[in-house]
């Protein structure tokens, strides 16, 4: 069958079809993005002040992924002008270019710009003192080495040079964009949030110490309903070596089963022990250093209650703009999650940016992404089936594909100063 | 693009437009990226200088590289993105409409005019689409009914080759 008006316009329209087609697909896109877009406006409306994009997002690196995603734009562009001048081998060159550009943008956006946030931690402290003291602790370095440039506009010389740093160089621009009628507003809310202890102290998780636990059996319910056997079964299954005699005992007297072992492993000794019959007894044994960047932790993973202990007893954080002495690095400060009211990764769940940031980029990414499988198909030997019988047929059918592909363009070229700047 | 633009001087002409959108756009990230590093701007006036430059920006996309230029004079695209549009703009407005807040009229934070300016966009909104959709229709059944003793035409050739 022929598909009717692939190359000749249509009467009616004064278009061939999928033009028309493609056109009105745009226009149901303006209408998705445009209520994503209009969502995003109600939010930022309506944000509390320090609340909005957090200062993460990197301007240098949103403008470096904007140029790679408009040079692929010119590129598809001139690749439908070699098709039409009948110069395929100059349509592909240019074709495999937009790919390459389109892969490097979701590239940057899937290995460096998404991930980056769920490894970046806020922490506030129950204390303001405890604030106070990790600020010095931190930031008393950076401070002394400018400290005539902080010093030079500041009146009130009683403020300790780690205050006046942090200040500066991350809040009161980055997150306290008040701008009232009247004077320094943002500095009026960066005091208020100092005094009050409720400013956040940002960067990353270098390492921690977690409870290493004991598990112990303080009993076994005959009336549990499980029978003895397989109840000793279960504990087998836990590891429990021997003959029957150490089973019993264990079901009898009670008794430490694992010492020593991982969160992990000692709720899932719980859950199979409570599960059988067992009562069971958690408790921290001692701590162990480790060296990792976690994922996705929030304040509920650190103080959860063992046995009267907190599964992990301090971090090692490090903070933002803050410099080592030594080697230039970030700063490191330990932190007992003693004093930690709250500890939160940039998740969509604990911001509203973030939430409404992965759901366009993410969209507008899945646009990206479908986009490189259609360019891919019409390079293919498959797709060029249609150049060999029908060129014009061809060229369209790439003109119809930039038209989609200039939108993706068009609807970043919004994104980029929407997420990044405002 | 319309069939008397395809001559090889033309494509000449459009690749060395394209190259200078390119650099137009470029150029037009990279002031974005320097007024927000030199200046420190209100939200509303950032937004009003960064969405500014986005919508040259996107202009000359839709004019240049989505050859809007040229094709203008094709009716059924012009009308959908005019339809587009006023969609778009009355969702803006309902927007402004909520955050103006109709039932707290009187509130001093919202000047009257948005909820005003807002209430006019979303009287517009269903209005236009009537209005235009009726036009669209009466004017494609006049140009159908021109074109039709054309096709039939074509169709009876088409025939004619097959047998």
Known sequence: MEIPFTVKPRPDTGLYNGKLGIWLFLASEVMLFGALFSSYVLLRVGAA???????????????????????????????????????????????????????????VKWAYEWPSKFVHYD???????????????????????LETELLEEEDDAKLSLARLYLEKEIYVERFFKTFSKEDGGSRKAFNQAWDTGSLALSGHINGYDEAQINVEISGWKSDSGV???????????????????????????????????????????????????????????????????????????????????????????????SHNEENGDHKEISINTDDVKRLNSYEPKHSTFFGIYYTITGLHAAHVFGGIIVMLYNLLPIGLKTWHRDREQYANRIECFGLFWHFVDLVWIFLFPVLYIL | MSDSHDSPNFIQYLIKLFYLVGGVLVAGTLITVIIDVAFKMSLAVSAIVGLSIALVKASFVVAIFMHYKWDKKLIMITWTMILT????????????????????????????????????????LPASFAALTIKILSQSAAVAKEAAPKTKAKRVTRKKKKD
């Not at chain 1, 395929?88 to 590239?107: D, I, S």
């Not at chain 2, 009355?90 to 209430?119: F, H, N, Q, T, Y």
């Open chain 1, 49 to 107: 002040d320090g609340t909005w994009s957090m200062g993460l997002m990197d301007v240098v690196v949103g403008a470096g992924n904007t140029m790679v995603l408009i040079a692929s734009s010119m590129f598809v562009v001139l690749a439908w002008a070699e098709l039409k001048q009948g110069n395929l081998a100059g349509y592909k060159k240019w074709k495999w270019a937009t790919v390459a550009c389109a892969v490097l943008f979701l590239m």
């Open chain 1, 123 to 145: 922490v506030w402290f129950k204390n303001s003192a405890v604030l106070h003291q990790k600020v010095e602790e931190g930031y008393l370095y950076d401070g002394k080495k």
């Open chain 2, 85 to 124: 549009f006023i969609f778009f703009a009355g969702m803006m407005g309902l927007i402004m409409w909520a955050e103006g807040d109709i039932p707290r009229w009187g509130r001093e934070e919202v000047p009257v005019v948005w909820p005003v300016l807002a209430s006019l966009l979303g009287l517009i």
């Open chain 1, 227 to 321: 029978l003895e056997a397989n109840a000793d079964k279960v504990l087998l299954k836990l590891g429990v070596s021997g003959d029957q005699g150490v089973t019993k005992k264990l079901r009898n007297q009670g008794g430490i089963l694992k010492e020593m072992v991982g969160y992990d492993e000692a709720k899932r000794a719980e859950y199979e022990l409570t599960k059988a019959g067992f009562s069971v007894n958690l408790s921290v044994a001692g701590y162990e250093s480790v060296k990792a960047h976690p994922w996705f932790w929030r304040t509920g993973r650190i103080n959860e209650d063992i046995g009267g202990k907190p599964r992990v007893k301090s971090i090692l954080f490090a903070l933002d703009e």
